[in-house]
């Protein structure tokens, strides 16, 4: 009879340690998983990439905790994990108004430059062989220049201002390298 007490004793000692573990805090991970989806949809990877990435490996680190069962660190993990989304989601829309004034702002730039460039490589056609510049490649930059212009409207009107922003520097870049061309060739004085 003793040793089915003591057994029986054993048995209620670790059924109560083993339920003695820190229980999942539910709702913590759920606020937190909401968060990084929110951060996500904000597209908050484009805009405010250094925020997002913390928010992604404070992800991953709660992620790995979940899969351990280790639910002791979890609700810190979930704390960390919800305000480092919550800072990438407030910074992407930071992030966003300036991508839309840099948008804005190459447009400008840019309608200039091209209007200039076209101008003086018009000359540089008419001029024929007695031109210093090739041509050929000048009028292909030009049009390179035109088909990112052409894309970064598409993403702009798409609301891809990240995207617009990248193919709108590179059409500027384009530009200014011809204009340059155009001036060591003895145009754009």
């Known amino acids: 009879m003793k040793k089915i007490s ?12 083993t339920s003695c573990g820190a229980a ?16 996500k949809d904000a597209k908050a990877d484009a805009y405010a990439p250094d925020s997002y990435k913390m928010a992604a490996d404070a992800n991953d680190a709660l992620q790995a905790n979940l899969s351990a069962k280790a639910y002791d660190q979890t609700a810190a993990l979930a704390k960390a994990l919800t305000e480092a ?12 108004d300036a991508a839309k004034k840099d948008v804005a702002t190459l447009q400008t730039e840019i ?11 018009a000359k540089v056609v008419k ?5 210093k510049l090739d041509m050929v490649a000048a009028q292909t930059a030009v049009m390179d ?5 052409a894309e970064a409207k598409t993403a702009a009107d798409s ?6 922003k990248i193919k709108l520097a590179a059409a500027k ?3 200014s390298a011809q204009q340059k061309a155009l001036e060591a060739a003895g145009y754009l004085k």
């Open 145 to 149: 220049a035109e088909t990112s212009v």
């Open 24 to 39: 999942l805090p539910q709702a913590a991970v759920d606020a937190a998983n909401a968060a990084f989806q929110a951060a």
């Open 6 to 17: 003591f057994v029986v004793f054993l048995l209620v000692s670790a059924l109560a340690l």
């Open 127 to 131: 001029a024929g062989k007695k031109a």
């Open 159 to 164: 609301g891809d201002f990240a995207s617009a």
């Open 85 to 96: 989304a919550e800072k990438a989601t407030t910074e992407s829309a930071a992030g966003l």
């Open 111 to 121: 309608a200039a430059l091209a209007g200039t460039v076209k101008i003086e490589l």
């Open 173 to 175: 870049d384009n530009y």
